[in-house]
């Protein structure tokens, strides 16, 4: 496909434990990086040293910190880490994040008088940062900083190509881009309405004069075409200071409400974001229980929220993609997953679940991928497929992911990477078209990053 297509770069999003053996593969299978060179906004100087400068040489990143920065901030904070952790260890812009993070709350904490004033302290924030002064944005709440390409040198370094004059505002959809008519503006337009027509909510966006700037269909659809007094809506919406927390009827149409908020850009008010309901789908409003025939004949409900996951469930359906749900216990993950599949292409094929919650670990690798005859003590002549094989052509859902062993998800992402399984005690590759849905109610970020018992690149495989 590259030798095909014959692209200028390739930009990776690729993470955790894939990273380096996708750069090896890469120049083992003669690419050059003088001529496609790969360009991540993941890969660190950790990376590099982990797969060797002559896999990284010439390849690029996307960072706000480099080690290389010259500064006398970074000499400093170099200095520090390498007497506290030695010299040999590489240092990353993971690192300087979580250096800066920390001081920062820090500063905060010791001007804290009470703990209700530490978010609006943490907004006055500026820090002289290895990567250049950096400070809280007041509207998004994140930090501006600085962005930077680097390419890789044969020191395991980042040689820096390009810096920006001045740090970037954390906003990454340009609150003006309504009002602009550039290429990148249009194609932002054109994302954000199709975003808007997946909901079954009514979208309008007025501007700060009260302009209507934005319909979606289904408020075309609601009002649009019954030529609404909009002037209505302005003057109900800025009425008042506080927009309304809760849903109201639409001045003038009895089966209708609506629900505003407001865009700020710098503290100033740029516009605001209505969403408009019909009266049945209001939570303000007594409704009959609703009938879901097209989903499963086990599900019947009014609630609002309950609806628009079940839209968002027939949306998965039609793709073949892997499906993540997150949710506390007992809120029904295992219905969603069986909406999912029933709304499906693969309907007609076997339905599989794995509890991997309920299974030893010395168990569980030979239930997901079955084993073959002698392969342990207790083994069934002939051996026994695993539940990959006998999902094959349909689903299998697996429920408590977040139980299963460290060990077993590299198998696991394996699988999923190579649509092909190996039995335990076996040795040939057999090739499987399963799509899986993983389920669990553990936060499996927090898992990832503070407890590391989930993995990085599994978490993304799954989460499609």
């Not at 996708?22 to 797969?51: C, H, K, N, W």
């Not at 960072?63 to 290389?68: E, H, V």
């Not at 009014?302 to 993609?321: H, Y």
Request: aromatic content about 10%; charged content about 25%; some cysteine.
């Amino acid at each position: 496909m590259i030798e095909k297509a014959k692209p200028d770069f390739i930009f990776s999003t690729i993470v955790g434990s894939s990273i380096v053996p996708f750069y090896r593969q890469y120049r083992e299978f003669g690419f050059d990086s003088t001529e496609i060179p790969i360009v991540s906004s993941v890969t660190t100087e950790l990376d590099i040293q982990a797969m060797g400068w002559e896999y990284g040489v010439g390849h690029y990143s996307l960072f706000p910190y480099f080690a290389s920065i010259e500064s006398e901030e970074n000499h400093r904070f170099i200095s520090l880490y390498r007497r506290k952790y030695g010299r040999n260890e590489a240092i990353s812009a993971n690192m300087e994040f979580t250096y800066t993070a920390i001081f920062l709350l820090a500063k905060a904490l010791r001007e804290c008088k009470e703990k209700s004033e530490l978010k609006q302290l943490l907004l006055k924030q500026t820090f002289e940062a290895p990567q250049g002064t950096v400070y809280f944005d007041p509207t998004n709440q994140h930090l501006w900083q600085w962005p930077r390409i680097g390419r890789v040198e044969k020191n395991n370094q980042f040689k820096i190509i390009w810096s920006s004059d001045e740090p970037i505002r954390p906003d990454p959809w340009h609150s003006s881009f309504f009002e602009s008519g550039d290429d990148r503006n249009i194609l932002q337009k054109q994302v954000i309405d199709r975003i808007a027509n997946q909901l079954s909510d009514g979208v309008v966006v007025l501007s700060a004069q009260g302009d209507v700037i934005y319909m979606n269909a289904v408020a075309q659809e609601l009002i649009g075409h019954k030529g609404y007094p909009w002037f209505r809506l302005k003057e109900t919406i800025f009425s008042s200071r506080e927009l309304p927390k809760k849903e109201r009827p639409l001045p003038g149409e009895s089966d209708l409400f609506y629900l505003a908020h407001s865009i700020y850009r710098d503290s100033v008010h740029i516009g605001s974001i209505i969403f408009l309901k019909q009266k049945k789908h209001s939570h303000s409003i007594k409704t009959k229980p609703v009938y879901l025939p097209q989903f499963s004949k086990t599900i019947i409900g009014k609630d609002p929220r309950l609806l628009e996951q079940l839209e968002i469930a027939k949306i998965a359906a039609q793709t073949d993609g892997n499906v993540l749900l997150l949710g506390e216990s007992g809120t029904g993950k295992d219905v969603f997953a069986k909406v999912i599949h029933e709304n499906s292409p693969r309907k007609d094929q076997p339905f599989i679940i794995v509890n991997c919650a309920t299974l030893s670990k010395e168990l569980i690798a030979s239930e997901l991928f079955g084993y073959e005859e002698g392969a342990f003590t207790g083994a069934k002549k002939g051996g026994k497929i695993g539940a990959f094989e006998a999902a094959n052509g349909g689903t299998l859902f697996l429920d408590e992911i977040g139980e299963m062993p460290l060990e077993l998800q590299a198998t696991l992402l394996r699988a999923l990477e190579d649509k092909a399984i190996t039995r335990v005690g076996g040795t040939k590759m057999i090739p499987v078209n399963t799509r899986v849905i993983a389920a669990t109610n553990r936060n499996l970020k927090h898992e990832i990053t503070y407890n590391g018992n989930f993995r990085s690149d599994l978490y993304y495989r799954l989460n499609v």
